[in-house]
């Protein structure tokens, strides 16, 4: 069965609240696929999340999404309250291959099933969203037409516009969105977008008065909207529906598992590791070797700080990193469980360690042009390294 596509954006200071959005839309939309863009969310959270949830049910994908645009200094453009992650979202039709998917804010629950709007024909249309009081369209829901978004190369466009104006943007990445789509967005009704959040500003001046959502409130919207700071999981808060958000965030796993009838199976670490020691970001065939050899765990290692372009790596379920290694303890550890040392980074070699290694009489491999250093390796070419896997694969310890 297609899985529904779902896309949230932020960092691991943000890590409870994107979880309990993720609790409350999973709840509902079993089945589904949900991109997560993030530059520091570990890899045992996803690990977790996909074990609880199992395969069948949830295809949860780690985007660690490093770009020079993503600065934290992007945050000083925009409200206190709104994290700079949400300009992830330009990055969707790089990242995410399928055409149609839903963007959820993470200040948001959703408290019913979202599968209709799949169903939904957005044609030339750039866009669906719920109307927003100081715009077209509120950003923190979007029905988004990816297609379009990646045939008009919009990441481009908005990256540049949001650089251009950055010293005058109030709202972030809504005010450039609003700018760039126009009125080339279907609107969405309001329960796809409930401002709960505007309920703060009752107090502070009466013309928000009659901009406060009025959807009947004994039957819950189908998404509720904490927008401003006045968050349900601070201390006090004076908005609505503070218990609504609770409840969702309380909610265990297994309550949320239990719904969906069957239990998943268990995800488990692959048993067989390979080992690299580095200190380049220059690894050769990396790609592809973790692509092909998904059975298999990479262990990539350095005694010092990596590059992100190496950290990113991590978002591939079988593939750890360990910067700043201490070669007395972690460092002796991996190479004690490690069943196969590959020697495919460029630059620097450790001679003194592959010695060692060699005692042990499992395997070193290399490439023809990674292979650089005083031992003696099984050399495979560079151009076919489709030869490297079929040996990985053959290998028995």
Same mark, same amino acid.
């Given at each position: 069965?297609?899985?529904?596509?779902?896309?949230?954006?932020?960092?691991?200071?943000?890590?409870?609240?994107?979880?309990?959005?993720?609790?409350?839309?999973? &709840?509902?939309?079993?089945?589904?696929?949900?991109y997560?863009?993030?530059?520091?969310?570990?890899?045992?959270?996803?690990?977790?999340?996909?074990?609880?949830?199992?395969?069948?049910?949830?295809?949860?994908? #780690?985007? @660690?999404?490093?770009d020079?645009? &993503?600065?934290?200094s992007?945050?000083?453009?925009?409200?206190?309250?709104? +994290?700079?992650?949400?300009?992830?979202?330009?990055f969707?039709?790089?990242?995410?291959?399928?055409?149609l998917?839903?963007?959820?804010?993470?200040?948001?629950?959703?408290?019913?099933?979202?599968? $209709?709007?799949?169903?939904?024909?957005?044609? /030339?249309?750039?866009l669906?969203?719920?109307?927003?009081?100081?715009?077209?369209? +509120?950003?923190?829901?979007?029905?988004?037409?990816?297609?379009?978004?990646?045939?008009?190369?919009?990441?481009?466009?908005?990256?540049?516009?949001?650089?251009? $104006?950055?010293?005058?943007?109030?709202?972030?990445?809504?005010? *450039?969105?609003?700018?760039?789509?126009?009125?080339?967005?279907?609107?969405?009704?309001?329960?796809?977008?409930?401002?709960?959040?505007?309920?703060?500003?009752?107090?502070?001046? /009466?013309?928000?008065?009659?901009?406060?959502?009025?959807?009947?409130?004994?039957?819950?919207?189908? *998404?509720?909207?904490?927008?401003?700071?006045?968050?349900?999981?601070?201390?006090?808060?004076?908005?609505?529906?503070?218990?609504?958000?609770?409840?969702? $965030?309380?909610?265990?796993?297994?309550?949320?598992?239990?719904?969906?009838?069957?239990?998943?199976?268990?995800i488990? @670490?692959?048993?067989?590791?390979?080992?690299?020691?580095? #200190?380049?970001?220059?690894?050769?065939?990396?790609?592809? &070797?973790?692509?092909?050899?998904? /059975?298999?765990?990479?262990?990539?290692?350095?005694?010092?700080? *990596?590059?992100p *372009?190496?950290?990113?790596?991590?978002?591939?379920?079988?593939?750890?990193?360990?910067?700043?290694?201490?070669?007395?303890?972690?460092?002796?550890?991996?190479?004690?469980?490690? %069943?196969?040392?590959?020697?495919?980074?460029?630059?620097?070699?450790?001679? %003194?360690?592959?010695?060692?290694?060699?005692?042990?009489?499992?395997?070193?491999?290399?490439?023809?042009?990674?292979?650089?250093?005083?031992?003696?390796?099984?050399?495979?070419?560079?151009?076919?390294?489709?030869?490297?896997?079929?040996?990985?694969?053959?290998? @028995?310890?």
């Amino acid at each position: 069965m297609t899985k529904n596509v779902f896309v949230l954006a932020g960092d691991y200071a943000y890590i409870r609240y994107i979880e309990t959005t993720l609790k409350s839309l999973l &709840l509902h939309n079993p089945n589904s696929k949900v991109y997560i863009f993030n530059q520091d969310i570990p890899q045992e959270w996803f690990r977790n999340i996909r074990k609880r949830c199992g395969a069948d049910y949830l295809d949860l994908v #780690d985007i @660690k999404l490093f770009d020079d645009f &993503l600065s934290a200094s992007l945050s000083q453009t925009t409200n206190g309250h709104i +994290n700079y992650m949400t300009f992830a979202r330009y990055f969707i039709p790089q990242y995410v291959s399928e055409d149609l998917l839903v963007y959820l804010d993470s200040d948001m629950i959703v408290t019913g099933s979202l599968s $209709h709007l799949f169903d939904i024909n957005l044609g /030339d249309h750039y866009l669906a969203a719920a109307s927003d009081f100081e715009a077209n369209f +509120n950003a923190g829901f979007l029905l988004i037409n990816n297609r379009l978004w990646r045939e008009a190369g919009l990441k481009d466009i908005l990256i540049d516009y949001t650089l251009e $104006h950055l010293s005058t943007l109030t709202v972030g990445d809504q005010e *450039v969105l609003n700018h760039i789509v126009g009125e080339r967005f279907l609107q969405l009704e309001e329960t796809y977008n409930f401002k709960i959040g505007l309920d703060t500003f009752v107090s502070e001046s /009466d013309q928000f008065l009659e901009k406060l959502p009025n959807h009947p409130l004994h039957q819950l919207p189908l *998404v509720l909207h904490y927008l401003s700071y006045d968050k349900p999981w601070n201390i006090t808060s004076r908005g609505r529906l503070r218990e609504v958000w609770w409840h969702y $965030h309380n909610l265990e796993w297994s309550e949320i598992v239990s719904t969906w009838k069957v239990l998943p199976t268990s995800i488990g @670490k692959p048993s067989k590791n390979l080992f690299i020691l580095t #200190d380049s970001c220059w690894i050769e065939q990396l790609d592809y &070797l973790i692509e092909n050899l998904p /059975d298999w765990h990479f262990h990539i290692a350095a005694f010092t700080t *990596v590059a992100p *372009v190496l950290l990113a790596k991590m978002a591939n379920e079988n593939v750890t990193v360990y910067p700043n290694i201490i070669r007395q303890t972690t460092l002796a550890g991996l190479l004690s469980e490690a %069943d196969i040392y590959l020697d495919i980074n460029h630059e620097r070699k450790f001679d %003194d360690i592959l010695q060692e290694w060699k005692k042990t009489a499992k395997p070193i491999l290399s490439f023809d042009n990674t292979n650089h250093s005083q031992v003696d390796t099984l050399v495979f070419p560079t151009s076919q390294p489709e030869q490297m896997v079929d040996y990985i694969r053959q290998y @028995k310890s």
